[in-house]
């Protein structure tokens, strides 16, 4: 090959090793350029035999070569840069070479054309032909990458007559309708102008996970870290600034796209409307699935949640399966009418719409029907004006807002995995009391958690954990016998337990009180608690010598610590955001956490036992 290219150039003109690799890369990372060039009916496959003269030119620049040399490398070459991967070579300077020599001949690195150059609508006329895609049209973006910082490059969409469909970088569109194409794509649209690679989304999604970073933060995060002092070029439309906002839409997309997977299907969302709106649909129906089916590790089993009882040949005789269920306030504004689930229009209201008629205008303190004040949201007595104005003092001030930050019991763990803690080495932070009354409420969460870490469910209570809520709860997550615990903590098991002594969906499950609140919390008077609700009452609770406990039991308080630390994260997102994102951050968690559990030899699963 190497004397058949030498034979090809002018008698003057030098081959290097230097001017072949760059050129075999650069030419490599332009084939969809090449290729929108040639004829509707050349094979996308098959190497053209010709290339523009901007190419050549460009091409000519980079690797010190004459245009006719150009031209003999590509009659040499052409098979090998079309079936070759891209810096197969690891050239270092290409994105400095194209800044250089590219953008004048509208020529930029890492162009976004569509996985294929042909139709893939089944009957369309030219999906039958095989054509090649041949009307394009093409936009200034920006691409955040995680190795050369932001990008100025192009995205460029195909049209089909046919069909009448779009095909972008990510998906197509048609009849108004963005589908996305099927499996994770390297590079994400994250608003009008804006791409991200996925590695970057998935880098902030890590640290979402591991260090309770919010998504202005992440957008902080690159901007200050990766963006590596990059300036937009003199001619192009948008800055390099990366938003909240483009996190969010990364994040929703990546997580949707895993979902989709899952359930083998594929993303569909209205093309119409903006960012934040389109894909609100997928994001209510992923966030109902949930709930009615619970977390895709609700059927989890282990050896350090579950015991297995066997007889002498090795064959299981029964199981006896641990679960712990606690609160924790993580929440966001809802509707002040106790037990509303309606959403609020914004997140600044006090009432949602079906309740604003009614409730809209009285006074915010608790049990007053008098009527607001224009411009202030209580009435005319001096007392209630009086708690509003402690109320905005409170609000402007330094140290009560600090206070506040305490008072939501935000918490950042050392590690985001939940660890074998000493019941020496936990602490009773007794919830502090609100000392004004002003009617906005917010919603908090209920965890069942296994024994080993693992989240199996979370559950949204309006206004408070109640004992009843909690009980609905446990009947509606566990309603198959299979995935049924055989015990259950809780710090209020002496009241759930009265209330279910009569109740045969309990009959066989154990209801007692963690082993760190029942020394600290429950009256040794309590006869019932005492009788009904002592761990120490469970052969199966205690470890093969019976000293100590089989059971992580405190693991639910642990894991509220962790997930406490997305309280400043979620407490302003809208209903539909706040769930998304923390069914997320349960299934990533559950995801770091069964690794763990593989790591540690503890056989994982799913029911029924394999």
């Known amino acids: 090959m190497l004397q058949a290219l030498q034979a090809e150039l002018s008698p003057d003109s030098l081959l290097t090793f230097s001017s072949l690799f760059r050129f075999i890369t650069l030419a490599s990372a332009l084939r969809n350029d090449i290729l929108l060039v040639q004829g509707a009916s050349h094979p996308p496959n ?35 840069v079309w079936h070759s991967d891209e810096d197969m070579f690891g050239v270092e300077d290409a994105s400095a070479l194209f800044a250089n020599h590219g953008r004048r001949h509208g020529i930029t690195p890492r162009a976004l054309y569509p996985p294929h150059q042909t139709c893939l ?78 590695r970057v989304v998935r880098m902030w999604r890590t640290l979402m996970l591991v260090s ?74 992923r966030n109902n699935r949930i709930r009615t089916y619970g977390q895709e590790e609700l059927r989890h089993y282990c050896n350090k949640c579950t015991r297995f009882h066997r007889d002498d040949s090795g ?21 002040a009418v106790h037990n509303c689930h309606a959403p609020l229009n914004n997140n600044r209201d006090h009432f949602c719409p079906a309740h604003t008629a009614a409730h809209g205008y009285k006074c915010a303190i608790i049990a007053c029907s008098n009527d607001a004040l224009a411009k202030s949201k209580v009435c005319h007595l001096d007392e209630h004006k009086a ?7 409170r609000g402007q001030s330094r140290f009560q807002l600090q206070q506040r ?13 939940a660890q074998d803690v000493p019941l020496d080495d936990l602490v009773d932070d007794a919830p502090l009391e609100e000392d004004y009354v002003l009617n906005v409420d917010a919603d908090g969460r209920q965890l069942i958690v296994a024994p080993c870490g693992m989240i199996l469910a979370r559950e949204t209570f309006y206004g408070a954990e109640g004992v009843g809520s909690v009980i609905e709860m446990i009947k509606r997550i566990f309603r198959t016998d299979d995935i049924k615990p055989q015990h259950i903590f809780y710090d209020n098991n002496c009241a759930l337990s009265k209330m279910v002594k009569n109740d045969p969906y309990f009959k066989n499950i154990g209801l007692s009180v963690d082993v760190f609140h029942f020394n600290c919390k429950h009256a040794v008077t309590d006869r019932w608690c005492q009788e009904n609700c002592n761990p120490a009452a469970f052969d199966d609770l205690l470890s093969e010598d019976g000293v100590g406990w089989y059971f992580n039991s405190s693991v639910a308080e642990q894991t509220n610590v962790w997930f406490g630390g997305y309280h400043a994260i979620c407490r302003e997102m809208i209903v539909h955001r706040y769930r998304f994102f923390l069914d997320e951050m ?25």
């Open 46 to 80: 098959i190497a053209p035999e010709f290339i523009s003269p901007a190419i050549n030119l460009f091409l000519a620049a980079c690797c010190d070569l004459c245009e006719s040399d150009v031209d003999a490398y590509w009659k040499v070459l052409k098979d090998v």
């Open 121 to 198: 609508t089944e009957g369309c006329p030219v999906h039958a032909k095989a054509s090649v895609l041949k009307k394009a049209e093409q936009r200034q973006v920006v691409l955040y990458t995680l190795d050369h910082g932001p990008i100025a490059t192009y995205s460029i969409h195909l049209y089909c007559a046919g069909c009448n469909t779009n095909y972008h970088h990510g998906y197509s569109v048609k009849d108004k309708i963005r589908t996305f194409y099927p499996g994770i794509p390297d590079i994400v649209q994250v608003g009008g102008h804006q791409f991200v690679e996925t």
């Open 212 to 285: 309770w970073t919010s998504m202005s933060n992440c957008a902080r995060l690159y901007n200050v870290a990766l963006m590596q002092n990059m300036k937009p070029p003199p001619d192009f439309p948008w800055n390099f600034e990366l938003a909240g906002d483009h996190v969010w839409h990364g994040f929703v997309q990546l997580a949707l796209m895993e979902d989709c997977i899952e359930r083998h299907t594929i993303l569909s969302v209205p093309q119409d409307g903006d960012q934040k709106a389109r894909f609100m649909d997928a994001i209510s129906e």
């Open 315 to 335: 064959a299981l005789t029964s199981k006896y399966s641990v679960v712990v269920t606690d609160g924790v306030t993580v929440g966001h504004p809802c509707c």
């Open 387 to 393: 708690v509003e104005h402690t109320y905005r003092l």
């Open 405 to 417: 930050l305490q008072r939501s019991q935000v918490a950042h763990p050392t590690d985001s995995v």
């Open 586 to 610: 349960v299934m990533q968690k559950n995801k770091l956490t069964k690794a763990k559990l593989e790591k540690e030899g503890r056989c994982p699963g799913n029911w029924p036992l394999a």
